[in-house]
């Protein structure tokens, strides 16, 4: 169950009672989730609390002479497939978004891997963290892949899972409570012995492990998410940021409908071939049988390439 602070479902609560006039292009879509939290994982969320631009930003600075409304909608749509079809990148990051998102620490730093974004992260200097630490479902736990090294292979059985679960939640539930400890602190903030000093939270933090929860705004253009989301959502992404990458997909569809509808076409739904694999392709459409050694592709590329042709 995702899990906002009283102060954050009070300030939530707050921004979604105001409304305010604006003469600047909004997004329908948007607007109607605005400052929402959409649960992920057992305790993390994504909501939008600001943005910048729609589809009609993304045509407005494509065409640049032209002011908003002076194209029909299908003209929108072709030019936006036009531009992501052939790669073009700055009419794109036009439009911005920023978005609240709480997910555990690994989570995290594989997500800051994406550069091209302004982030502010939950500072655990200046606060104490919260007991709040991700502990997988027993599907999503599985053995380290023989064919992929950052991967996983076949789920564990019900007998490990059990111990595994039981181990992560007794070294997360041990770990806060040693940091309380080397705090000084309970969990409200008051002392625990008032004879000690307790150690820095700067300190006390590093005793806490990958699964515990962060929290960062997140901000970035309309390009650069797109690209996070052709990597992240891809069905090979590790599943615990994947899922983030899937209700950020539906908040794109409700923010740029025209973008989402290209970006799904000539990204998520596309492939791209190396010039052996085109040569390959080509060899087989005029009605040749190949095997891999007909080809100049490693092994690896050609199993790459056997699976998009079987959409696996």
Same mark, same amino acid.
């Given at each position: 169950?995702?899990?906002?602070? $009283?102060?954050?479902?009070?300030?939530?609560?707050?921004?979604?009672?105001?409304?305010?006039?604006?003469?600047?292009?909004?997004?329908?879509?948007?607007?109607?989730?605005?400052?929402?939290?959409?649960?992920?994982?057992?305790? *993390?969320?994504?909501?939008?609390?600001?943005?910048? *631009? $729609? $589809?009609?930003?993304?045509?407005?600075?494509?065409?640049?002479?032209? *002011?908003?409304?002076?194209?029909?909608?299908?003209?929108?749509?072709?030019?936006?497939?036009?531009?992501?079809?052939?790669?073009?990148?700055?009419?794109?990051?036009?439009?911005?978004?920023?978005?609240?998102? !709480?997910?555990?620490?690994?989570?995290?730093?594989?997500?800051?891997?994406?550069?091209?974004?302004?982030?502010?992260?939950?500072?655990?200097? +200046?606060?104490?963290?919260?007991?709040?630490? +991700?502990?997988?479902?027993?599907?999503?736990? /599985?053995?380290?892949?023989?064919?992929?090294?950052?991967?996983? *292979?076949?789920?564990?059985?019900?007998?490990?899972?059990?111990?595994?679960?039981?181990?992560?939640?007794?070294?997360?539930?041990?770990?806060?409570?040693? +940091?309380?400890?080397?705090?000084?602190?309970?969990?409200?903030?008051?002392?625990?012995?008032?004879?000690?000093?307790?150690?820095?939270?700067?300190? /006390?933090?590093?005793?806490?492990?990958?699964?515990?929860?962060?929290?960062?705004?997140?901000?970035?253009?309309?390009?650069?998410?797109?690209?996070?989301?052709?990597?992240?959502?891809?069905?090979?992404?590790?599943?615990?940021?994947?899922? +983030?990458?899937?209700?950020?997909?539906?908040?794109?569809?409700?923010?740029?409908?025209?973008?989402?509808?290209?970006?799904?076409?000539?990204?998520?739904?596309?492939?791209?071939?190396?010039?052996?694999?085109?040569?390959?392709?080509?060899?087989?459409?005029?009605?040749?049988?190949?095997?891999?050694?007909?080809?100049?592709?490693? !092994?690896?590329?050609?199993?790459?390439?056997? /699976?998009?042709?079987?959409?696996?």
């Amino acid at each position: 169950m995702s899990t906002l602070s $009283d102060e954050q479902k009070l300030q939530i609560q707050q921004s979604r009672g105001t409304s305010a006039s604006t003469r600047r292009a909004v997004s329908p879509g948007l607007e109607e989730i605005l400052y929402e939290a959409f649960p992920v994982l057992d305790h *993390g969320f994504v909501r939008v609390v600001d943005y910048m *631009g $729609d $589809d009609s930003a993304v045509v407005q600075a494509a065409r640049v002479s032209y *002011g908003r409304g002076t194209r029909q909608v299908s003209e929108d749509r072709g030019l936006i497939n036009y531009l992501l079809r052939h790669w073009h990148t700055t009419p794109f990051e036009m439009a911005e978004i920023k978005l609240h998102v !709480k997910m555990p620490i690994f989570v995290a730093r594989q997500w800051i891997r994406h550069r091209m974004a302004n982030v502010n992260e939950y500072s655990a200097r +200046y606060s104490i963290l919260d007991r709040e630490f +991700y502990i997988p479902e027993p599907a999503q736990l /599985a053995a380290q892949s023989v064919q992929n090294r950052q991967g996983r *292979g076949e789920v564990v059985g019900a007998d490990e899972a059990k111990r595994i679960l039981d181990l992560l939640t007794e070294d997360s539930q041990r770990s806060y409570d040693h +940091y309380l400890d080397m705090l000084n602190h309970d969990e409200t903030g008051k002392p625990i012995d008032e004879g000690r000093q307790g150690l820095a939270r700067e300190l /006390a933090r590093m005793n806490l492990s990958l699964n515990f929860y962060t929290q960062w705004y997140w901000k970035t253009d309309l390009h650069n998410l797109m690209n996070f989301l052709r990597l992240r959502a891809d069905k090979h992404a590790q599943y615990e940021i994947r899922i +983030y990458a899937d209700v950020i997909l539906d908040i794109l569809q409700k923010w740029v409908p025209l973008t989402f509808d290209a970006f799904r076409e000539h990204r998520l739904e596309a492939a791209s071939f190396s010039g052996e694999a085109v040569k390959a392709l080509r060899r087989m459409l005029a009605g040749e049988t190949l095997e891999q050694s007909d080809t100049a592709m490693s !092994k690896r590329e050609w199993d790459e390439f056997q /699976a998009v042709l079987a959409n696996q």
